[in-house]
């Protein structure tokens, strides 16, 4: 656990365009947005990943994220979005506190389209999918 931005941005002690509050969550707009409506839902214990965040404060954000994904549909007019959420460095996450993007996806608006989504699918066999599965499943 860290103390980022975030942290002081939960705090009170720098400013922030927030959304939304509650007593675990906090939603803020995005200071560099893809899209219009760019919004980053951020609960309050300082967890830096997905996988560090206990139970209740997921359920927390859990709990919100449909809410706050119609306000900003409803603001924004947009039809289509995506929900962004990066672990670790390697996996673009440049604020080490776990935190939900909820982007707006606009086809041709000049004020940011949203994501640009590159996705590489690769082709497994039945065999490797089978023993990937059954070691995850192994674990839950
Ligand atoms: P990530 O790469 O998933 O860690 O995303 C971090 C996001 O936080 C980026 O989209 C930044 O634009 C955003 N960000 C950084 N500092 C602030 C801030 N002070 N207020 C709002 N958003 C911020």
Redesign the pocket.
């Known amino acids: 656990m860290s103390d980022t931005?975030?942290s002081?941005?939960i705090r009170g002690e720098?400013?922030?365009?927030k959304v939304y509050e509650d007593d675990h969550v906090i939603a803020?707009?995005?200071?560099?947005?893809?899209s219009k409506g760019?919004t980053?839902v951020i609960p309050k214990e300082p967890a830096t990943t997905l996988h560090e965040l206990g139970d209740d404060q997921a359920a927390a954000v859990g709990r919100v994220l449909p809410r706050i994904a119609r306000a900003i549909m409803k603001v924004t007019g947009a039809s289509a979005y995506n929900v962004?959420?990066?672990n670790g460095e390697a996996?673009?996450?440049?604020?080490?506190?776990v935190?939900f993007?909820i982007i707006p996806c606009v086809p041709g608006s000049d004020t940011g389209e949203g994501l640009d989504k590159e996705w590489n699918p690769t082709s497994p066999s039945q065999d490797e999918l089978l023993e990937v599965g059954k070691q995850i499943k192994r674990l839950l």
């Not at 996996?91 to 506190?97: F, K």
């Open positions: 931005i975030f002081k941005i720098i400013p922030s365009h803020i707009l995005d200071i560099a947005p893809l760019h980053l962004l959420q990066n996996a673009g996450q440049a604020v080490m506190h935190h993007h």
